[in-house]
């Protein structure tokens, strides 16, 4: 079964004071494009969310989100005791100086002066932390459940398209015999013309069709293309992430297409090549969102 790289899964954690929600969205990406957002406070752990979300979910352009209603911010603001005594000495020593009075409200000069205030983040506690990490684990989940109702839906489609090449390739063989007598009958119409002018060498004129037609058969074509679509649905059905190895093998899909096409020397042929290009074009499209 394959997953696709489309997902979004959500996690919660509800802790005393606060509850924290993880989103994680992902979208198709060659490799594993890891972008976070934590809060300040969940800052430190970054690398272990990395390592933990990169295990999991080994491609695509992943956007993970921390989400935190709190009733009680994660900043603790601090007075700085030692600072207003300072400022306040000075202010008084100035005050006696100049003579002024005393009843000045020092305290409304002092505050917006700098450093009277200090900010200081929480620490984070280990316990809540490993909660927090719980809910990343089911978000992952969410995704990952996610990840596979999608790929149901797209190896479904997958499946339609190679069978539909399958079914054109099985066409190809009630035009091959009326291809050749058509080219034999061209040729002998346009020998004919030259032989009222020349004699021409029956023998040799035999050798020549037997080298053009060898030359147009695609019988090698066939066969490789039917064993491409057999072994595109063998790595499609394999339990492992197979996305690369299916892009590849619809490149040789497309090659074999491609050959048949130029030496079908037969309009019914090209218009069965055409349709068969159109079903492998879509299929790519599909592939490039697979996991």
């Known amino acids: 079964m394959i997953l696709s790289m489309t997902g979004f899964g959500k996690g919660v954690c509800e802790l005393p004071n606060k509850k924290v929600s993880i989103e994680i969205k992902s ?18 752990k970054e690398i272990e969310v990395r390592t933990q979300v990169g295990k999991r979910l080994t ?3 992943v956007d993970l989100g921390f989400y935190v209603e709190a009733a009680t911010s994660d900043k603790i ?6 600072v207003i005594k300072n400022y306040h000495g000075q202010l008084k020593e100035i005050t006696s100086e100049l003579g002024l009075s005393d009843n000045t409200d020092f305290l409304k000069v002092i505050m917006p002066l700098p450093d009277t205030v200090k900010v200081e983040l929480a620490e984070l506690d280990e316990s809540e932390w490993k909660a927090i990490s719980a809910a990343i684990e089911d978000a992952i989940e969410d995704i990952i459940s996610f990840r596979k109702s999608e790929g149901k839906a797209l190896e479904l489609d997958i499946r339609e398209r190679i ?3 399958g ?8 035009f091959e015999t009326q291809r050749i007598d058509k080219i034999k009958t061209r040729i002998k119409d346009n020998l004919d013309e030259i ?5 021409i060498d029956e023998n040799r004129f035999e050798q020549e069709i037997i080298f053009y037609l060898e030359k147009l058969d695609v019988t090698e074509e ?9 072994y595109f649905i063998e790595t499609l059905e394999a339990n492992d ?15 074999e297409i491609n050959t048949l096409g130029s030496k079908a020397n037969d309009a019914d042929i090209q218009k069965i090549v055409i349709r068969m290009k159109d079903e492998l074009e879509k299929i790519k499209e599909q592939i490039l969102n697979v996991l």
């Open 163 to 165: 069978s539909i090449i």
């Open 167 to 174: 079914d054109l390739l099985k066409e190809v063989p009630k």
């Open 77 to 82: 603001t601090k007075i700085n005791h030692q």
């Open 241 to 255: 992430i197979v996305g690369k190895k299916l892009g590849f093998i619809t490149q040789e899909i497309g090659r």
């Open 27 to 44: 979208l198709n990406s060659k490799q594993l494009d890891l972008n976070t957002r934590l809060p300040n406070l969940y800052r430190e």
């Open 222 to 230: 066939k066969v490789r293309l039917d064993n491409h679509l057999k």
């Open 59 to 61: 491609r695509g352009k």
């Open 195 to 199: 032989a009222q002018r020349t004699q």
